[in-house]
């Protein structure tokens, strides 16, 4: 995916969080990928530790092709 953004802003100055978030959302591929970004101005603590139970929480759909790298995260229940 990353590939694909940077050849859409290719050449473009990122001049703001906007105009990044803007050109990330822009991108497309000819086999049908589509980008959808958004500023998240939220705040968020920092430092803060997750436990091991606490992570074994998280929803994540493995993919079968290489699930480590393709997966999701899914809404907690």
Do not use: C
């Amino acid at each position: 995916m990353f590939s694909f953004i940077t050849m859409n802003w290719r050449g473009q100055p990122l001049v703001s969080h906007e105009v990044i978030v803007n050109l990330i959302a822009a991108t497309t591929t000819s086999k049908g990928l589509k980008i959808r970004a958004q500023i998240d101005s939220g705040q968020y603590q920092t430092g803060r530790k997750v436990t091991d139970a606490e992570f074994a929480t998280i929803q994540i759909a493995r993919d079968d092709f290489h699930g480590e790298w393709n997966y999701v995260i899914l809404p907690w229940k």
